[in-house]
């Protein structure tokens, strides 16, 4: 689906939308969203997965650890490769924390743009973009 969310296919045939915990990847119009979302693909596709459901988030999709390969924990793999961000508001974890420093001083990936913005900031300054041209238009016909 995206860098940080993606339908997993169990072996009973059941789908469920799976949402990688404490990162974030850029979102679809933000620079890196593709290579992340090709990164997840070239990981999991077509290949057995362990998932550590941490919890359900309020759109029902299961927030994971989740790991491939030979125990490879994606969520790592996408900070460390440059093609996510440490979610801190909703984690804790010093192993993400220390792949994200690593990968910002290295340039990796996203870290190569010195100004590269986080998804929630810029999920956030689309929403008070739309709620100001909203406010506008409403202002016109009054």
Not at 42 to 49: C, P, Y
Not at 61 to 78: E, K, M, P
Request: one cysteine or more.
């Amino acid at each position: 689906m995206d860098g940080d969310t993606f339908k997993l296919l169990t072996k009973d045939s059941t789908t469920l939308k799976v949402r990688l915990a404490n990162i974030d990847c850029p979102e679809k119009k933000q620079a890196f969203s593709a290579k992340a979302k090709q990164f997840v693909s070239d990981a999991v596709f077509s290949k057995q997965v362990t998932v550590q459901v941490l919890k359900k988030d309020r759109y029902r999709r299961l927030i994971a650890n989740v790991f491939y390969g030979d125990s490879i924990h994606l969520n790592h793999q996408l900070v460390q490769n440059g093609l996510a961000w440490h979610y801190v508001k909703y984690s804790k974890d010093t192993i993400l924390q220390s792949l994200e420093d690593q990968a910002r001083g290295d340039k990796i990936g996203l870290w190569q743009d010195p100004n590269a913005i986080a998804p929630w900031e810029w999920r956030d300054n689309k929403k008070k973009a739309y709620q100001l041209k909203k406010q506008k238009k409403e202002e016109k016909t009054n």
